[in-house]
Each structure stands twice: as C-alpha cells, then as structure tokens.
C-alpha cells in the first residue's frame, strides 16, 4: 500500500490556487476567512486585482481603504498579483479566442483602445508601487489583438486556456492553462483552480479549508511555474 502511495504521488500533476474579481468593495467578510486558511496552509495562490472596479455585481461591501495597502502585503508574502483587465466592464458581445463567454471587456476592440484601457490599468498598479506582469482577462475574453497588446506593455504570461501543460508562444508570452473551477483529482500536468468567493455561501469556507488540506501536496505556485516552463515550446499536451 505505501508503494503504491509513493507511486501515485510522483505521477500527481501540480495545482495552481487562482481567486478572481478582487477589488475594494468584494466580499470581505468571506476573503478574510480564506485569507488565514491560506497563510496558515502557507500556499501562495494568483489574486486577480481589478485595477478599478466599476461592475456592480463586486460592490457587496464598503470599500476598504486599505485595498492597496493589503495588494502589496499579498506581494510581499509571495502571492502572484494578477491583472484582472481594466474596470471589469463589458462592452462587446465577442467571446475571443477562447469562446468561453459572449461579452468581453476587450475582445473585439480595436488596438488603440485595448491599449488604452491595458495602459491605464499598469498604471493604476504602478501607482501603488506594483508591477505584475500576469494577465487575467475578465470573462476570460481577450483575442489576438489584446495579445499583441500584451507583448507591447510588458505583460508576458497568460493565466488562461485549457491546455495541461504552460507553454510559450512565439511572442514569448507564457500561457499558464486555467482549466478547473473546483478541486478535482489531476494526475499529470499543471491545473489552475479558479475560484470566486465574492458569492460563497454557508459552509463554503470550511469546504475550501477541507479540500485545500486534502490537495495540499499537488499545490504548486506561480513563480515556481514560470521558473520551470519559461522557454516551453508548444506541443499537443
């Protein structure tokens, strides 16, 4: 039995911890909650950071004062900060390259605009003293153009896409796959468990705090990520 324990083990494949729409007016009552599951498991997830929020479905609280504040010390403890888009707001009905959803905040707009918006929102984190460089499209809609974007402002990893193993494209941008929206059972590659907690109900908490301790071992982090695919060709896995 322990044999065969050691042996499934090794051929487990790592989970990537991801939490979207964070933004001063979440639901703070739930995220601090998972805040001291996180530290006390010491596992370092990607928080999507709406730079400036302006969808009504995120103003479930007052807005912290501190937001910033609490970005930076997020940093600090090694969490990866994400560039959840620019205000979270949808403006056309085209689904983009991965067909998931039918309205994006940049999918189907034209360069300059998506350069604007994608501008604006590094500039907002610059202004705090933060310079991430992943890019989490809201409604995980964004194209070709949003890419070429990317490549223009510095943003060089992806945290979308449903293939299992990250890879790099031939503009050097990192495509880290995001396949899964509730922990399951991964036996190769690297799965990105995307969660939102802004609308978590009773109990939610305590599951998350279960399940986190039962996958614990396969939990893996951004940077050690991008450290051992950096420089990854594309291939059919």
């Known amino acids: ?41 010491d596992v370092k997830p990607l928080v999507a950071v709406i730079p400036d929020n302006r969808d009504t479905t995120f103003r479930l609280s007052p807005p912290r004062r501190d937001f910033w504040e609490r970005v930076r010390l997020w940093h600090s403890l090694g969490w990866t900060i994400g560039v ?58 964004f194209d070709t153009t949003t890419l070429r974007v990317m490549s223009e402002v510095g943003l060089k990893v992806v945290s979308d896409g449903l293939g299992i193993l990250p890879y790099e494209d031939d503009e050097g941008i990192l495509w880290i796959p995001q396949q899964m929206w509730q922990f399951r059972r991964a036996p190769f590659g690297v799965w990105t468990v995307c969660l939102h907690h802004n609308f978590w109900g009773p109990g939610a908490v305590d599951r998350f705090r279960n399940q986190l301790a039962r996958y614990r071992k396969q939990i893996s982090s951004f940077p050690e990520v991008l450290t051992h695919y950096r420089g990854r060709a594309h291939t059919a896995m």
């Open 1 to 41: 039995m322990a044999v065969r324990v050691a042996r499934e083990s090794s051929m487990a494949g790592k989970l990537l911890l991801r939490f979207d729409d964070i933004c001063p007016t979440m639901n703070w009552a739930v995220w601090q909650e998972i805040e001291h599951v996180l530290l006390d498991s």
């Open 84 to 141: 959840h888009g620019y205000q979270h707001a949808y403006v056309t009905q085209c689904p983009g390259l991965l067909r998931i959803n039918r309205v994006s905040e940049f999918a189907g707009l034209p360069f300059d605009e998506q350069e604007r918006k994608i501008r604006l929102a590094l500039r907002i984190f610059g202004s705090e003293g933060l310079a991430p460089n992943v890019w989490v499209a809201p409604g995980h809609s």
